[in-house]
C-alpha cells in the first residue's frame, strides 16, 4: 500500500468481494493555486476519488479519497477553482497511485505487451496487452547526456542504403539512430552535445569529415572490429603482393627413405 496515505485521514478500511477498500479524506490544510502559487482554504465543494494502488496481501486495493475544490482568490489568476492533489497519492486525471502506475510503466519497459501484463496479473493489476504498451509509448524518453567516448558506425537499411548509429562507448546505451549517413548531421550533433573526448568509428571518410568538422579536439580512434579487419585485409594484401616469394621460403622436402 502506498506510503503516503499519512498524509491524509484514513475513517475506513474493509474488504468487500476480495478488494481491499479504503476510505479517506485530505485533511483541512493550505493548499497552493498550480498556477499563481498562492495558497487557499477557501472551500468550494468536495468530491470522491477512486484511486488503484498497489496489492496488499494478495488482494487489489481502491482508495476512496474525498477531496477539495478550492477558490482561487488572487485577482491576477485566472483559475477561479482548482482541485487538490495529495502529494505522492494523487495527480490530475489518473486513476492510479504514483507507486502502481510506476509499477505499470516498469513492466511495460521490461517485458512490453504480453508479458507485462502476464506480470500484472500476478500483481493484482488486470491489465491487457494493449494497456501496457499504450503506457509503454506514453513514457517520455530520457535526456540524452553527452557521453566522454562516443561510438559511431553505419548500419544497412536496405541496398546501397545506410544509416548512422550513435552509441555510448561506455555504457553501450544508443543515443541517436538516423535514416541517413551524413558528415554535416552528424557534426551538428558533436556542436549540440561538445564534450566528447573520444570518438570510435569505422574507416568511413564521410565520419572523419564529420568529426573533424564538430569535433575538431576530439581523439578519433578506430573499434576493434574494423581494427581486426582492417589489419587482416593488410596482411592478406601484403601476401597476395609476395606470393611469388614464399615457394623461395619453403625449404626442399626431405627425400623419403628407401
Known amino acids: 500500500m502506498s506510503p503516503h496515505l499519512g498524509a491524509v485521514r484514513v475513517e475506513r478500511v474493509w474488504v468487500d468481494g ?7 479524506c485530505t485533511r483541512e490544510s493550505t493548499v497552493v493555486c498550480p498556477d499563481c502559487g498562492r495558497g487557499s482554504v477557501r472551500l468550494h465543494s468536495r468530491y470522491c476519488r477512486t484511486l488503484a494502488d498497489v496489492a496488499v496481501g494478495g ?3 481502491l482508495i476512496e479519497l474525498s477531496v477539495r475544490r478550492l477558490f482561487c482568490d488572487s485577482p491576477d489568476c485566472g483559475r477561479r ?3 487538490e492533489q495529495v502529494e505522492g497519492l494523487t495527480r490530475s486525471y489518473r486513476r492510479r497511485s504514483p507507486l502502481l502506475q510506476h509499477l505499470v510503466e516498469m513492466a511495460g519497459v521490461l517485458l512490453a505487451g504480453r508479458g507485462g501484463a502476464r506480470l500484472l496479473q500476478i500483481l493484482k493489476v488486470p491489465l491487457s496487452r494493449t494497456s501496457a504498451l499504450f503506457h509503454l509509448m506514453r513514457l517520455s524518453l530520457p535526456q540524452a547526456a553527452t557521453p566522454r567516448v562516443l561510438g559511431v558506425d553505419d548500419f544497412a537499411l536496405y541496398a546501397d542504403v545506410y544509416g548512422t ?3 555510448d562507448a561506455e555504457t553501450r546505451l544508443p543515443i541517436e539512430l538516423w535514416e541517413v549517413r551524413d558528415a554535416e548531421q552528424l557534426a551538428a550533433w558533436l556542436r549540440t552535445y561538445s564534450g566528447v573526448e573520444v570518438v570510435c568509428r569505422d574507416g568511413s571518410l ?3 569529415q564529420g568529426i573533424t568538422d564538430g569535433a575538431p579536439e576530439a581523439v578519433q580512434v578506430s573499434d576493434r572490429l574494423h581494427l581486426w579487419q582492417g589489419l587482416s585485409k593488410r596482411v592478406g594484401d601484403i601476401a597476395a603482393a609476395h606470393r611469388g616469394c614464399l ?3 619453403v625449404p626442399e622436402p626431405e627425400a623419403a627413405p628407401s
Open 206 to 208: 564521410v565520419y572523419r
Open 18 to 24: 476480495g478488494v481491499v477498500r479504503v476510505a479517506a
Open 247 to 249: 615457394p623461395a621460403a
Open 165 to 167: 548509429l550513435l552509441v
Open 59 to 61: 488482494r487489489p486495493v
Open 81 to 83: 477553482t482548482f482541485a
